[in-house]
C-alpha cells in the first residue's frame, strides 16, 4: 500500500504516518475500540497453559487453530451442531469480564476461534471481512504473549478525503472551504492499529464490515495466540427467523464445556 496510516486509539482517527507523503494528514476511522491491560501477565500465562492443554491443528499460512464453534459452511449457508459442546471452561471468566466494558454490554459469544502465530512457520492471515450471515456485529479478539499490528485496508475504487490530522478527540473537520484536504485512493490506503500483549480489540460498524483485517508476517516476530469471539447475527437471535436455533447455540456455547471441535 502506498499510503500508510496508524490507528490513535485518543482520537478515533487513522494518522499517517511518520515520514511519508500523509503526514500530517489523517481521516476519522470509526468502529474501534482496544482496550489494554485486559488481563495481567499471570492471567495471559495461566490463560496459554489452559489453551495449550488442547490439542492445536495445522491451519493455513502457518497458523495453528482451535475452534470452539459450530461446523459452517457459509457459502451454503448451513451449520451443524454435532460435536460442538461450547466454549473452554477457562474463557467464562473472559467473557463475564468483556461485559463490564462499554460497547460489550451484552456480548454473548457463541464460537471462539484461537490461533496460535510462529515467525519460524511464516504466520499470517490475508485480509478478510468476517461472515456476516451467522457471526453479528461485534467481533472481539484477545491479543496473548506478543505484540503485533492488525492491518486494515479496502479493496473498492474512490477516494479517501484526509484533513489535518487532529489534537484531540474532540476536533472536527471544518466545513470552511478553505480547510486544507488531500484525496487518496481507496486501495492504497492501510491503516495499522497496534494491538500490545494482554489487549482486547473490538470491531463494529465500517472496521467490521467495509475495512478487511489482516495480520502481515512481518508483525509476527514472537509466538503470538490470538482468541477471537463472535456472536450471533440477527437472523439468529431472538426475533429473527432462526431464533431457534440461534437460542440453542447459546445456550451450549455458555454451558463453558467445550473441547476444540
Known amino acids: 500500500k502506498a499510503y500508510r496510516f496508524l490507528y490513535c486509539p485518543d482520537t478515533g482517527w487513522a494518522v499517517g504516518a511518520e515520514g511519508s507523503d500523509c503526514e500530517g494528514w489523517a481521516f476519522p476511522f470509526p468502529g474501534v475500540t482496544l482496550i489494554e491491560d485486559f488481563l ?12 495449550d492443554q488442547d490439542p492445536w491443528k495445522l ?131 492501510e491503516v495499522a492499529i497496534a494491538m500490545p500483549r494482554c489487549s482486547l480489540l473490538v470491531l463494529t460498524g465500517a472496521a467490521r464490515h467495509q475495512w478487511a483485517h489482516a495480520i502481515h508476517r512481518r508483525h509476527i516476530e514472537a509466538r503470538r495466540v490470538c482468541a477471537t469471539f463472535r456472536e450471533l447475527s440477527a437472523e439468529f437471535q431472538p426475533g429473527g427467523k432462526q431464533q431457534e436455533l440461534g437460542r440453542e447455540l447459546l445456550q451450549m456455547a455458555l454451558s463453558f464445556q467445550g473441547r476444540p471441535v
Open 59 to 189: 491451519s493455513q499460512s502457518g497458523r495453528r487453530k482451535q475452534d470452539y464453534g459450530p461446523k459452517v459452511n457459509f457459502r451454503k449457508q448451513k451449520l451443524k451442531i454435532a460435536g460442538f459442546q461450547g466454549l473452554p471452561s477457562f474463557s467464562r471468566e473472559v467473557v463475564r469480564r468483556m461485559g463490564i466494558y462499554p460497547g460489550l454490554e451484552g456480548f454473548q459469544p457463541v464460537e471462539q476461534c484461537n490461533l496460535d502465530y510462529s515467525p519460524e512457520r511464516g504466520s499470517a492471515i490475508d485480509p478478510h471481512l468476517d461472515d456476516t450471515w451467522l457471526w453479528g456485529e461485534r467481533l472481539v479478539s484477545l491479543n496473548l504473549l506478543s505484540a503485533t499490528v492488525v492491518s486494515m485496508s479496502r479493496d473498492v475504487p474512490g477516494t479517501l478525503l484526509l484533513r489535518s490530522a487532529p489534537t484531540t478527540g474532540l476536533d472536527v473537520f471544518s466545513d470552511s472551504i478553505a480547510a486544507p484536504s488531500k484525496s487518496v485512493p481507496c486501495q492504497e490506503v
Open 40 to 51: 495481567t501477565p499471570q492471567e495471559e500465562a495461566e490463560l496459554v497453559r489452559l489453551m
